[in-house]
């Protein structure tokens, strides 16, 4: 695992598009792993530049997201789905056929995760796009005695669903239940880019990199795969 401390949120995001911008012109067909919430905003933001002001082409590419609101589907202003068109989809020239996400308006969540895990095992991501939750989680995998190694239905913890609300109108409104991509399908990326700013991270930073390698703080797993940088801000970094 690699650190890499930048002075604010905007240097870590630019950097973080660097290294994507980097890995599709050298591999036009490369398999992305995406992440919500507001961390890879920035992230997003700089690919769009890049594809609006240095041509950089995302018509070959295979995006993957980590995982979807169980209930809501792509019309829901909450739902992951409609977040990645807002920040990313509609402003680049990826394909529709090549956007993978978890069909939250499954009727048999369990069957869909089945097949969300064989299809992830068939496609290794090149890079993996990770943030982390305030209590270390990592897609939808919580702090839990053993790690959730699969593709499964996760029940959201208390902290995450109130991190988690701002993004709805109400806390009532937000799903209890999600569906995750699991630590194996994420350990099998070539490359992980973690990244995690802002001062309420600091302590799920410092328990991920100092920690130990446990469920109780699922991001932890991250210390044994062989190609993970962590670009964190300096906010974030500051009990390191
Ligand atoms: C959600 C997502 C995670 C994300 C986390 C942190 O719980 N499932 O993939 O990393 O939120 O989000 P934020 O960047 O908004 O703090």
Do not use: W
Request: proline letters at 5%.
């Amino acid at each position: 695992m690699k650190l890499i401390v930048y002075p604010d949120y905007d240097t870590m995001s630019l950097n973080a598009a660097r290294l994507v911008g980097a890995q599709v012109r050298t591999k036009p067909k490369s398999i992305l792993g995406l992440a919500t919430g507001s961390t890879p905003k920035g992230l997003y933001r700089e690919l769009i530049r890049l594809y609006n002001e240095e041509d950089l082409d995302f018509s070959e590419i295979t995006a993957i997201n980590l995982d979807e609101y169980l209930g809501l589907g792509p019309d829901h202003q909450g739902s992951y789905s409609f977040f990645m068109k807002e920040f990313l989809f509609d402003h680049i020239n990826i394909k529709s056929e090549n956007i993978h996400i978890p069909d939250g308006l499954t009727i048999n969540a369990d069957q869909e995760m089945e097949n969300y895990e064989s299809f992830c095992d068939s496609m290794p991501r090149d890079i993996q796009i990770l943030g982390i939750g305030h209590n270390g989680h990592i897609a939808f995998c919580e702090p839990a005695d053993e790690f959730a190694k699969h593709c499964h239905v996760a029940k959201l913890k208390d902290q995450t669903l109130d991190a988690n609300s701002r993004f709805f109108t109400n806390k009532e409104e937000i799903p209890k239940q999600a569906l995750s991509m699991g630590i194996k399908q994420i350990l099998n990326a070539r490359k992980i880019i973690m990244l995690i700013n802002g001062e309420a991270k600091a302590e799920a930073l410092k328990g991920m990199v100092l920690g130990g390698v446990k469920p109780q703080i699922p991001a932890s797993i991250l210390q044994l795969h062989p190609n993970c940088i962590v670009m964190a801000d300096k906010a974030a970094a500051k009990l390191l």
